[in-house]
């Protein structure tokens, strides 16, 4: 069956301050609209993000976070991926209450941005939304990846900081999201990810694994930085 295809790429230089210095960020967004089956109309909005120098840390991030992938590789191989996930009974057209043939669409966004980067560390903001038009609502997740350089590796939550007393973020949380009711699990801590910033720590927990979805993805925003651990300290300290 022949599939309708429309392809966008804009790929744009942008500079990117790091420790004082003007660093080159390769940053790219790529817009397409598929239809699958004749039938299924797939949106993508994918936008990636890599150093531009030096090449040894290029291929570093690519190992991490693009499946050893090039970005244009990446946007093709998340496109795919998201493709695999639709069934088959979603190709088939839904007779609407007027009698008319309608047929389900999708819409995915994958979002990778750079925060911060230095010969030490890379901070990576990942977000993902999507969303069938037959479904209730959409699905979110953000996600903060901090890269050691040195160590070629993804730091992991406990590489970072120190777990800090359920009570105290389950205060917290229920004083900032007005939540009263009971949360899906007993433990609060760990979270899902961190951000480390120049000022503060946040704490983010995604829909589902504290709080029901209609709560969002939970944050929170702490300037005590007495819980990281010495490498927690070392990527605050360098980030201005």
Not at 136 to 161: E, K, M, P, S, V
Request: hydrophobic share 40%; net charge negative.
């Amino acid at each position: 069956m022949k599939i309708r295809y429309f392809f966008v790429l804009l790929s744009i230089f942008v500079l990117f301050s790091a420790c004082g210095k003007k660093e080159d960020i390769i940053s790219v967004r790529y817009k397409e609209e598929k239809t699958l089956n004749g039938t299924f109309k797939a949106k993508f909005e994918i936008s990636l993000e890599n150093v531009a120098r030096p090449q040894k840390t290029a291929k570093l991030l690519e190992k991490l976070i693009y499946q050893g992938k090039s970005i244009d590789e990446y946007a093709v191989f998340a496109q795919d991926n998201f493709i695999k996930t639709i069934k088959n009974e979603d190709y088939l057209p839904i007779i609407g209450q007027d009698g008319k043939e309608y047929f389900n669409q999708s819409y995915f966004n994958e979002i990778y941005k750079i925060l911060f980067h230095d010969d030490s560390y890379i901070i990576i903001e990942y977000n993902k939304y999507y969303t069938f038009s037959y479904a209730a609502h959409g699905n979110i997740l953000t996600q903060y990846f901090i890269i050691d350089i040195a160590q070629g590796r993804i730091l992991d939550i406990d590489d970072i900081a120190a777990p800090l007393p359920d009570d105290f973020l389950a205060g917290m949380i229920r004083t900032n999201y007005n939540i009263t009711g009971n949360f899906q699990r007993e433990n609060i801590w760990p979270p899902d990810t961190i951000n480390i910033k120049h000022d503060s720590i946040e704490l983010f927990w995604n829909v589902y694994t504290i709080t029901p979805y209609a709560y969002g993805i939970i944050g929170v925003s702490l300037q005590d930085d007495s819980f990281l651990t010495p490498k927690g300290k070392d990527v605050k300290a360098k980030i201005r």
